[in-house]
């Protein structure tokens, strides 16, 4: 299949101006201020941009693709994401994660829902472990896990700072990604270990105790979540600047806004005016992921679900209500996730990369089009 977007406004992320992107067998082809298609009109599908924006398509650091939630007993386990809410909401690269749930969520059924989404055209990977230390695994090895099995890709979310997780040492942390770290490298995979940072008051002061003490790179871990509180925010700025990566949650709640949750777009703002190194901030949707609300009483209300379609209103949002700069903010949904998760051929327009793409509205940036290795959906 070949495909020739014209007048697109391209930022890729970084901003190209008024270009046409020649797709072809499901990468991106060519990139130019004009491209002639005489002699192949044939075979070639057309779509003129008229200036809409182009953009990679999102990749998301965080999702449940197998459902989530369960931590107010069964009836607060979480629906399985569907491929349409995320080729809507502009998500094509999902990395997909159990919780606090290893019990009767398992890798196998996380693992056939990504190669379910992938079916549609998605790039959906998976993750070896839980919350959960000592780890839970496919083969009985985290190493075995990364070599062998091609789409899991990382590790995690692994619970620090939360009363769900299994209060993890310095030292295990430290085994874990460096098992990650070897297993990655054996399979030409970051072996990236996403830490879910709870709301303990320690917050990251054990990743910094495992990069003191042991042979581990900071950029092995990447630790979410970190707009839950302002204490955290500041713990994460202090991360980029020893040369971590963070990532923020663009799921809050009302309710954990009203608890001291910053919504993502916002405490991207805050992050950017500190003159923090916007090349290390990701973020993550958490879809599927239970947000439970309850009364003053602590009595359980209802169950709201985390969605994917947060992502994209959280990029807009930083655009609009914040004034980051359109490619700054797009970043952080599209370059810098596809680099902490080593997958190159993601998360940017250029000559050889995934024909992943989304058009977007210029005036609200909500999604028109949706291309996903190549597959085309439109929501005109
Ligand atoms: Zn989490």
Redesign the pocket.
């Known amino acids: 299949m070949l495909t020739l977007i014209s007048r697109a406004d391209v930022y890729a992320p970084a901003p190209l101006g008024l270009c046409d992107v020649f797709i072809a067998d499901g990468r991106i082809a060519a990139i130019a201020s004009h491209i002639d298609p005489r002699g192949i009109d044939d075979c070639l599908q057309r779509i003129d941009a008229d200036g809409a924006v182009l953009v990679p398509g999102l990749v998301d650091s965080?999702v449940h693709l197998s459902g989530g939630g369960g931590e107010g007993g069964f009836v607060s386990r979480t629906a399985p994401l569907l491929a349409e809410d995320a080729l809507r909401a502009g998500v094509t690269t999902l990395i997909g994660?159990l919780?606090t749930d290893d019990v009767t969520r398992s890798h196998a059924d996380l693992l056939a829902h990504a190669r379910a989404l992938c079916a549609h055209g998605l790039s959906a990977y998976a993750l070896s472990g839980s919350?959960r230390v000592p780890l839970c695994t496919v083969t009985g090895s985290l190493r075995d896990d990364l070599v062998l099995i091609a789409d899991l890709i990382g590790v995690g979310?692994i619970?620090i700072a939360?009363h769900r997780g299994s209060q993890p040492s310095a030292a295990e942390l430290a085994r874990i990604a460096a098992d990650a770290r070897v297993g990655g490298m054996l399979a030409g995979k970051a072996g990236t270990v996403l830490i879910?940072?709870?709301d303990g008051s320690e917050g990251l002061a054990l990743l910094q105790q495992v990069c003191s003490q042991f042979e581990v790179p900071i950029s092995q871990f990447l630790p979410?979540?970190i707009n839950r509180s302002v204490g955290l925010l500041k713990q994460g700025v202090a991360w980029t600047r020893q040369g971590g990566n963070i990532d923020l949650?663009t799921s809050s709640s009302e309710q954990l806004v009203a608890a001291g949750d910053i919504p993502a777009a916002q405490a991207l703002s805050i992050l950017l005016a500190q003159g923090t190194d916007g090349s290390r901030i990701g973020m993550s949707s958490?879809a599927q992921?239970s947000l439970p609300n309850f009364d003053r009483n602590g009595h359980l209300l209802g169950i709201d679900i985390a969605a994917i379609g947060s992502l994209l209103a959280a990029f807009a949002s930083a655009v609009h209500e914040h004034a980051i700069p359109l490619s700054e903010a797009l970043r952080t949904v599209t370059e810098n996730p596809a680099r902490f998760w080593g997958l190159a051929r993601k998360g940017r327009i250029e000559v050889g990369a995934d024909a992943d793409l989304l058009l977007l509205d210029p005036a609200t940036l909500q999604v028109q089009m949706t291309m996903a290795s190549g597959r085309v959906w439109s929501w005109l």
Do not use: I, K, N, R
């Open positions: 965080l994660a919780g919350y979310e619970a939360d879910h940072v709870g979410t979540h949650t958490d992921a």
